[in-house]
């Protein structure tokens, strides 16, 4: 499209019409693939085809219009899933629903807790991402903005980044990025495919996303001690200023920087308690300010994080500020890289990967990571669970946080940060989360070591389970009733992905699930199998894919 803008020989335009005609159609919208077809019949009166050609193309063009206006029109509107709106809105955090409350709780900080009671399949959050990046190994084949797969790209004018749709395009971009990507500097060997890169982008992006002025009230604050007027933007050192320079003289202030670092913790207390209001930059619109005060907010765990680690990660960070230009000096203060090991502090624990569905020989539905981003209003109230109550669906920019059994009033509203109980080890999930998160958790299947789905399949129905996993008493003929109910709903679900309803399995899932979260309690095969069958079909039907996914409509249990 963008080279219709550039100009491109007036004589060859029908030939990208043509083009983007037969891209559309294979993506079965036909709209676009008639107005695409309509602009191609006005294209060939210039071009260089002989007129008979051009009689014959006209014809052709005017029988295929015909056929797709025939055509009901089942290209969904981008990220449309009816039936996901939130009803009600927080009060505070807007992103939660109006059924959550958020309380403070001692040891645990920040809690969601359920008002009401909430059936399965609940939407409790929907969150645009306050930042996000591209995982770099995609950039040829996904959008840089929403990280969708791209079939016809609108490619970046500055840098090898593509764009998904004109309105991707049209976002205010980050000129700086452009420059990194351009720079060659993610291209090293090993750096563009690890976690850390992607961090190491954020990072950047949140950074370079406004002027080094509107961080002014940062950098002027991050050195303060209690009871003292802010410090000059650099390190004192016999009195005299210190200065980074990155690129020549990186070991000369390692000890005085490693010895700041290990300070933040209690400055960073400090500076919370003089400066509750300040927001983490000091001028722009409203909305920005907004953000970045939100994402500011949230917990960091600079004073627990590997000290090296974190330094060596904060002068790659500068670094790239410096190679991309966003500073005009090539000397800068070492303000600078306190701010970007604070910013590395709040995303390290609290970004999310973001996901598409693949399909593998192996597993139909399996998951590719295609980004990282910022939720900052889930991250700062859902805590973790090895037995989690919700899952998240990728959505273009958007999570969406659905409930993945019933939820009593008053329970906590909780998400996975890493290993499920059913699928992970204990010893693994403590060790990562201790690792990334600080914390060892104490839920439920961590006290009383839950053990994994291939251990539950002893049982896997009503009547066969033991009665410390009921909520409540049942004689036999309610277990056998319960069975035969879900009997019933099970033959309905297969029926419906036989005829490819997957919208009604799923509907029907719900109450599958309803009927067995409230009579059984964790750990129990009935609710881990139940809740991959929720996952998958709400993947399918609202989540972001990949070009080469394939759905598979498979009944689980």
């Known amino acids: 499209m963008l080279c219709l803008l550039y100009g491109y020989p007036e004589e060859n335009r029908f030939k990208i019409h043509q083009r983007l005609a037969g891209v559309y159609e294979n993506m079965k919208d036909w709209k676009n693939a008639i107005l695409s077809l309509q602009n191609l019949l006005s294209s060939i009166q210039t071009s260089n085809l002989t007129p008979d050609l051009r009689i014959k193309m006209r014809k052709e063009i005017q029988t ?320 973790h669970s090895c037995d989690p109550n919700t899952f998240v669906v990728d959505v273009g920019q958007e999570q969406l946080t659905i409930t993945s059994r019933c939820i009593e009033e008053g329970e906590e509203i909780t998400q996975v940060y890493y290993g499920y109980y059913a699928d992970t080890d204990k010893g693994e999930r403590q060790e990562k989360l201790e690792k990334k998160y600080n914390f060892i958790c104490t839920c439920l299947a961590c006290q009383f070591d839950y053990p994994t789905s291939a251990e539950l399949l002893s049982e896997t129905t009503f009547l066969n389970t033991s009665p410390e996993k009921l909520k409540s008493p049942l004689t036999v003929e309610q277990l056998t009733l319960l069975d035969n109910q879900n009997s019933r709903f099970r033959d309905q679900i297969s029926e419906c992905l036989q005829n490819k309803n997957l919208k009604q399995a799923l509907a029907i899932t719900k109450d599958r699930l309803k009927l067995i979260s409230d009579n059984i309690r964790s750990p129990h095969a009935l609710l881990v199998v139940g809740m991959i069958s929720l996952v998958r079909y709400a993947w399918i039907l609202f989540g972001r894919k990949s070009k080469a996914f394939k759905p598979k409509l498979e009944l689980f249990f």
């Open 64 to 383: 295929k219009i015909t056929y797709l206006q025939s055509l009901p029109d089942t290209q969904p509107k981008p990220y449309s899933f009816s039936g996901y709106e939130l009803d009600t809105r927080h009060p505070e955090f807007s992103s939660l629903c109006g059924s959550v409350r958020v309380e403070k709780v001692e040891g645990k900080g920040r809690c969601a807790i359920s008002r009401t009671r909430l059936a399965p399949g609940t939407l409790v959050a929907q969150e645009e991402a306050a930042a996000s990046v591209l995982y770099i190994p995609k950039i040829n084949t996904h959008c840089w903005i929403c990280q969708n797969y791209t079939m016809v790209p609108y490619p970046c004018t500055d840098c090898p980044a593509i764009y998904c749709s004109l309105a991707c395009f049209n976002k205010p971009r980050n000129r700086f990025e452009c420059q990194l990507v351009c720079s060659g500097i993610l291209d090293v060997v090993g750096v563009k495919e690890c976690q850390l890169a992607s961090n190491l982008q954020l990072a950047f992006s949140l950074i370079t996303g406004v002027s080094p002025d509107q961080h002014a009230g940062v950098l002027a604050g991050l050195l303060k001690e209690p009871g003292d007027e802010p410090v000059h933007n650099q390190v004192q050192e016999d009195g005299k200023p210190v200065h980074i320079q990155v690129q020549e003289d990186d070991k000369l202030v390692h000890n005085q920087v490693h010895e700041d670092v290990q300070k933040r913790a209690h400055e960073r207390e400090v500076l919370n308690k003089i400066e509750e209001t300040e927001l983490v930059i000091s001028t722009g619109p409203k909305e920005l300010k907004e953000t970045y005060n939100k994402i500011h907010n949230l917990q960091e765990h600079i004073d627990s994080m590997n000290q090296e680690d974190l330094l060596s990660s904060g002068l790659t960070l500068l670094h790239w500020i410096l190679v991309s230009g966003y500073s005009e000096e090539s000397v800068i203060s070492s303000d600078y890289l306190h701010l970007c090991i604070q910013y590395l502090g709040i995303i390290i624990p609290n970004c999310h990967a973001t996901f598409q569905l693949e399909s593998s020989n192996t597993d139909a539905s399996s998951m590719s990571m295609v980004g990282l981003a910022l939720f900052p209003d889930v991250a700062s109230t859902f805590n």
